[in-house]
């Protein structure tokens, strides 16, 4: 059973930074895809970037340049960190492997950018 949680969030102010850590626990991560996803209030959950087992990382185009993921394999951690962040980027942030998040879903941090 793979339990996946999520920290780091905070309420921060416009133009701010944050990094968010993913720990994968009961199975290793240094194969597979991982993604970063995020749900705001009244929306579906969607990717926002995932990284592939050899490091590279791909972004939607609303934080690319912002935001940057990478990997821990030996820790079997996930990270993203996100910068210059702006009041659309207010979600729930989660973590599951990519591109079929077979994994529960772990509670998620709240990230919350005040304008």
């Known amino acids: 059973q793979v339990q996946l949680v999520e920290s780091g969030g905070d309420l921060v102010q ?19 895809n991982m993604g970063w996803y995020r749900q705001a209030p009244g929306k579906e959950r969607d990717l926002v970037a995932d990284i592939d087992s050899d490091g590279f990382g791909k972004y939607v185009d609303s934080v690319k340049g ?11 951690l996930l990270y993203l960190i996100m910068n210059n962040l702006k009041p659309e980027d207010t979600a729930v942030y989660y973590c599951n492997y990519w591109p079929n998040p077979f994994a ?7 990230v919350t950018v005040s304008s």
């Not at 993921?69 to 079997?76: H, P």
């Open 14 to 32: 416009s133009g701010g930074s944050l990094r968010l850590s993913c720990a994968v626990h009961g199975r290793p991560i240094q194969f597979n």
């Open 66 to 76: 912002r935001f940057t993921i990478s990997r821990d394999n030996a820790k079997n």
């Open 104 to 110: 529960s879903w772990g509670q998620g941090t709240q």
